[in-house]
């Protein structure tokens, strides 16, 4: 079963604002990845951020991670149309290979 | 760098036949391979993990008999699906992980559309 939860399940706003997305997951972490999916496309990387790391920021996109509450958020600054995409948080389970992805968050932004 | 490949990108077959799909790292050697399957505006699920020169582990409730993977050498991964039928129709994603460590980043490929009739 998946481990995260993202929230919200969609998101539109207009082009310039910021968006925000969160992410919960259960089990304690090694790290956490967010990654965007364009539509029928495959997964790009976007960030890592290790369980001792608090914040990290590339570019326009900042994420937080607290782990005393099992939570991540992924802000988008400035967004632009073609930030349209999905996005998935993906936690690294300690001692696993594998990455459990959340059910992801629909990004619209609106010209 | 760290670019993936996947073979076909969409494939149609007729109910019972078998369908292959070839996923490669380009630039850079994959100690470990995952496949996942997608439904429509779902998230991906882990059917399996491999590592270069061992037997996959699948993930609770796959078929190993009906989901093959071979993961050959450091570049290439495939999946067969075998004996396919209409409800295998999906899109399935590969990716690659460099170091084959904990949980590390993951490059996808682009995925294969599979259309079972």
């Known amino acids: 079963s998946q481990q995260g939860e993202e929230d919200p399940q969609a998101l539109s706003i207009q082009e310039g604002e910021n968006a925000t997305m969160n992410c919960s997951y259960k089990?304690?972490?090694?790290?956490l990845q967010w990654y965007r999916q364009n539509s029928g496309r495959g997964l790009v990387h976007l960030i890592l951020?290790?369980?001792?790391?608090r914040e990290k920021h590339s570019g326009r996109l900042r994420v937080t991670l607290d782990t005393s509450k099992k939570s991540s958020s992924l802000l988008i600054t400035a967004s632009r149309a073609a930030d349209t995409a999905s996005y998935f948080c993906?936690?690294?389970?300690?001692?696993?290979?594998?990455?459990?992805f959340g059910q992801g968050t629909r990004l619209t932004i609106n010209p | 760098g760290a670019v993936v490949s996947q073979h076909p990108s969409r494939v149609i077959c007729k109910s019972g036949t078998s369908v292959k799909i070839e996923c490669r790292s380009l630039?850079?050697?994959?100690?470990?391979m995952f496949w996942y399957r997608q439904f429509p505006k779902q998230s991906l699920m882990l059917m399996a993990t491999?590592?270069?020169?061992?037997?996959?582990?699948?993930e609770q409730g796959v078929e190993k008999d009906k989901f093959l993977i071979n993961h050959a050498s450091l570049t290439l991964s495939t999946l067969t699906v075998t004996s396919a039928h209409p409800e295998d129709s999906s899109f399935y994603i590969c990716s690659a992980s460099r170091a084959g460590g904990v949980s590390e980043t993951q490059y996808f490929g682009p995925g294969t559309r599979l259309l079972v009739l």
């Open positions: 993906a936690t690294g389970i300690q001692g696993a290979q594998k990455l459990v």
């Open positions: 630039d850079f050697q994959a100690t470990t």
């Open positions: 089990t304690s972490i090694n790290n």
């Open positions: 951020i290790r369980s001792n790391e």
């Open positions: 491999s590592n270069e020169g061992s037997k996959a582990t699948y």
